[in-house]
Nanobody
Framework: VQLQASGGGVVQAGNSLKISCVAS????????IGWFRQAPGKERRFVAA????????HYADSLKGRFAISRNDAEKMIVLQMNNLRPGDTAVYYC?????????????????WGQGTQVTVSS
């Protein structure tokens, strides 16, 4: 599976942005997918994840209520809707496929990382 993230850009604080992760390959719809973000000089951190059938979602506690993850299997796309954005949300956002383990929140549980999309929130 190959993943490509897109949709990033520059937005003002308080606004919304939707970023997408498109999966390619014969098993593209069979994977749980996670979003992570990495700010300059900081570690890559978990944002949200969705199970392969969309039946389960996970969020970083600090982002619950502002971010929403969904999937459109017809388009092999996983979408991250980000609302009420803050300057602290500025980062490169990456998507990746989740492995078979039970951990949903750590980078080691994911692979097939996409190239990332830059989100910049101005104050």
């Amino acid at each position: 599976v190959q993943l490509q993230a897109s949709g990033g850009g520059v937005v003002q604080a308080g606004n919304s942005l939707k970023i997408s992760c498109v999966a390619s390959g014969p098993t593209a719809n069979s994977n749980s997918i996670g979003w992570f973000r990495q700010a300059p000089g900081k570690e890559r951190r978990f944002v949200a994840a969705i199970s392969w059938n969309g039946g389960m979602t996970h969020y970083a506690d600090s982002l619950k209520g502002r971010f929403a993850i969904s999937r459109n299997d017809a388009e092999k796309m996983i979408v991250l809707q980000m609302n009420n954005l803050r300057p602290g949300d500025t980062a490169v956002y990456y998507c990746a496929t989740k492995g078979s383990g039970s951990n949903w929140y750590e980078t080691f549980a994911y692979h097939n990382w996409g190239q990332g999309t830059q989100v910049t929130v101005s104050s």
